[in-house]
């Protein structure tokens, strides 16, 4: 069955610092892969997307995640925090034919000043 | 355009009660879903409709959920009797085919006392 893990629950880092997210895939075929974010009060965002092609895909607020398939991996990486990026960031993946999305359990970004 | 909303925001009801969640997709979006967040863990898809067609209803924990979308336009997901492991999150989200990215609401946060 496909599944999606953010080992990480819990990340801080400093403003201006470098971000990393982690997040492994299961999937059988090619994957449609999703990185949302959730701002407090408000729903999912979506940062980007991948579907074929570039394995390294730029988002929206400076925010980029580059698929590996050897490793199942889809990270998400951003070169300078703003502490404006405090959220909790969900990857998620495309299940079947009709867009079922199958997301991991969030990592919750804090961002020290 | 507006967004996708979702009314309540809160609700705050007792063991055994009804509660009824609506959601409103972007105007012209045919697929609508809802998934649902519970105790901090992954979101978990419910189920999808295609106009007022249940597409997949997979994810309904139990028959205790009853959705509807009647006309294909609002939905509303019913859960009755509520329990307490019913307590969480329950997001809506909306695509016009379902090859697109979906649009998130809010949520809904359902709390069972």
């Known amino acids: 069955a496909q599944s999606v893990t953010q080992p990480d629950i819990h990340i801080t880092v400093s403003e201006g610092a470098s971000l990393e997210l982690r997040c492994n895939y299961s999937?059988?075929?090619?994957?449609?892969l999703f990185w949302y974010v959730q701002s407090p009060g408000q729903g999912l965002q979506l940062l980007l997307k991948y579907f074929s092609g570039d394995t390294l895909v730029q988002g929206i607020k400076g925010f980029e995640a580059e698929f590996k398939r050897s490793q199942s991996s889809f990270n998400l990486r951003k070169p300078s925090v703003h502490w404006s990026d405090a959220a909790e960031y969900f990857c998620?993946?495309?299940?079947?034919?009709?867009?079922?999305?199958?997301f991991g359990a969030g990592t919750r970004l804090a961002v020290h000043p | 355009e507006a967004g996708v909303t979702q009314f309540p925001s809160h609700s705050v009801i007792e063991k055994g009660q009804t509660v009824t969640l609506r959601c409103d997709p972007i105007?012209?979006?045919?697929?609508l879903y809802w998934y649902r967040r519970v105790m901090g863990k992954e979101i978990k898809f419910l189920l999808h409709f295609v106009k007022e067609s249940k597409q997949d209803e997979s994810g309904m924990p139990n028959n205790r959920f009853l959705a509807e979308r009647t006309g294909g336009t609002y939905s509303t997901l019913k859960v009755q009797p509520a329990e307490l492991e019913d307590s969480g999150v329950y997001f809506c989200?909306?695509?016009?085919?379902?090859?697109?990215?979906?649009?998130f609401g809010p949520g809904t946060r359902l709390t069972v006392l």
């Open positions: 998620a993946v495309v299940s079947g034919g009709y867009n079922k999305l199958i």
């Open positions: 989200a909306s695509s016009p085919n379902s090859h697109n990215e979906q649009f």
């Open positions: 999937y059988g075929a090619t994957p449609y």
């Open positions: 105007s012209g979006h045919d697929n």
